[in-house]
C-alpha cells in the first residue's frame, strides 16, 4: 500500500511559478510511474503530466507543455511538478499518483491517489 501526501499548492497571480511535491511512502516508490492530474470544479478529472519509474520519459497535457515540469528523486521517494507561466486556467486541485503498470494518460488506470492540493491562479 502506497500513501502519497502532496504539498507546495497555494494562491498566485498569473505569470508565477509553484513547485508541487508528492511524497510517497508504504512501497517501493521507485517501481512506480507517476503521474500528475488536476480537477477544477464542475469538471471532470484531467491529465497533466507523467513520468516514468526512472523518470527517462516524461508526457505532458498539451495545455502545460512548456509551462510545467515534473521529475522525481527516487532517493527522497518524492516527485514534484514545477509550473511557471501560470494561468489563472490552471486553477484547480492537484492530484498526484502512481502506477504499477507503467504509466498511462488515464486516471483509472492508477493505483493510488494522494488527497490533492488546492492551486489558485488569479488574474
Known amino acids: 500500500q502506497v500513501q502519497l501526501v502532496e504539498s507546495g499548492g497555494g494562491l498566485v497571480q498569473a505569470g508565477g511559478s509553484l513547485r508541487l511535491s508528492c511524497a510517497a511512502s508504504?512501497?517501493?516508490?521507485?517501481?512506480?510511474?507517476m503521474g500528475w492530474f488536476r480537477q477544477a470544479p464542475g469538471k471532470e478529472r484531467e491529465f497533466v503530466a507523467r513520468l516514468s519509474w526512472r523518470g527517462g520519459s516524461k508526457y505532458y497535457a498539451d495545455s502545460v507543455k512548456g509551462r510545467f515540469s515534473i521529475s522525481r528523486d527516487n532517493a527522497k521517494n518524492t516527485v514534484y511538478l514545477q509550473m511557471n507561466s501560470l494561468k489563472p486556467e490552471d486553477t484547480a486541485a492537484y492530484y498526484c499518483?502512481?502506477?504499477?503498470?507503467?504509466?498511462?494518460?488515464?486516471?483509472?488506470?492508477?493505483?493510488?491517489w494522494g488527497q490533492g492540493t488546492q492551486v489558485t491562479v488569479s488574474s
Open positions: 508504504g512501497g517501493t516508490f521507485s517501481s512506480y510511474a
Open positions: 499518483a502512481a502506477d504499477a503498470g507503467g504509466g498511462s494518460y488515464y486516471a483509472n488506470d492508477y493505483d493510488y
